[in-house]
């Protein structure tokens, strides 16, 4: 059973508590419909919704979708604009509805760059759904696993800087407290969808013994038969951190 009262999914085998997304494939699904390239970022916004509530149902605990990554700026001007207009919206016409269905939200990245509308959506949506316990939903957003690691490094730094930390006190596990996801677990399962076969800068840290799977659907696409999928391979798999398997 799962932590809510659930069987683990066709009895398969273990659940990941965590499951991180790298949403690939929008421009490749626009492209391929003669469309502009934001059609395809907003027909992947609507994918959203049904991973959200179908991996609550299962009782996954937590959920990670890599949104927008700190290389996403180099972008034309256009579609990022388009990309955090639909930020907005999701901001604003979402985080009711999640709140309703017991989520908890959570937005992990550099804020630095956004516009302070966007950062003051992104407080009340948090401070709303904070007390949520169904799952927790964090986005990715101006997010790289390279620049979380530094600005972790600097945290640590600066506690010793100040004499509030002991140099020999710098440990993974301290590191780990200082990232961007602190508090939550390293995730279980990372899926990619479009075919790619990268990690792309994400969780680069975190996923250190994370399965991965990739999918060949374009995120627009991507649908609760993928999801089911991708979890079944990571139930069929031997997870053993490094250890020899008994008998090998």
Known sequence: MSKHGRTDMEGQGSLPRHVAIIMDGNGRWA????????????????????????????????LTFFAFSAENWSRPEAEVDELMRLLRLYLRSEIAELHKNGVRVSIIGDRSRLDPDIV?????????????????????????????????????????????????????????????????????????????????????????????VFVDTLWPDFSEVDFRTAIGEFQRRDRRYGASASGR
């Open 120 to 212: 003051a959506m992104i407080e009340h949506g948090e401070t709303l759904t904070s007390g949520n316990s169904r799952i927790h939903v964090s986005i990715a957003l101006n997010y790289g696993g390279r620049q979380d690691i530094v600005q972790a490094a600097r945290t640590l730094a600066g506690y010793v800087a100040a004499g509030e930390m002991n140099l020999s006190a710098i440990s993974e596990q301290s590191l780990s407290g200082a990232l961007y996801t602190a508090g939550t677990p390293d995730p279980d399962l990372v899926i990619r969808s479009s075919g790619e076969k990268r990690i792309s800068n994400f969780l680069l840290w975190q996923s250190a013994y994370t399965e991965m």
């Open 31 to 62: 492209k391929a419909r003669g469309l502009p390239r934001y059609a395809g970022h907003r027909k992947g916004a609507e994918a959203v919704k049904p991973i959200v509530r179908l991996a609550a149902d299962i009782g996954v605990e937590h």
